[in-house]
């Protein structure tokens, strides 16, 4: 089965950071690419972050671009999300999914942001 747990999400004030952690199983992490998606309530998913794991290429949407930085350890199976200069509008529950995604997304991490 697949599984997706993301982790280290919380309460951060405005400009803070956090670092959140998604580990992944149930399918192979080699030549993939995978990314960070966020939901505030009464919106749409949205994704915000992707990379290829054998050549570590990225793309940021235009919000997070310059404050956030995606990585991987492929032996862990294993996507980060290092988020610094955190805005209150990053407020959201954070996932992880394959790109495309899978229909199973996991509870996600919240992040809320305080201004």
């Known amino acids: 089965d697949v599984q997706l747990q993301a982790s280290g999400g919380g309460l951060v004030q405005a400009g803070g950071s956090l670092r959140l952690s998604c580990a992944v199983s149930g399918f192979t992490f080699d030549d993939i690419a995978i990314g960070w998606f966020r939901q505030d309530p009464g919106k749409e998913r949205e994704g915000i972050a992707c990379i290829s794991s054998r050549e570590s290429i990225t793309y940021y949407e235009e919000s997070v671009k310059g404050r956030f930085t995606i990585s991987t350890d492929n032996a862990k199976n294993t996507v980060y999300l290092q988020m610094n200069s955190l805005k209150p509008e990053d407020t959201a529950v954070y996932y992880c999914?394959?790109?495309?995604?899978?229909?199973?997304w996991g509870q996600g991490t919240l992040v809320t942001v305080s201004s």
């Open positions: 999914n394959r790109i495309p995604p899978y229909n199973y």
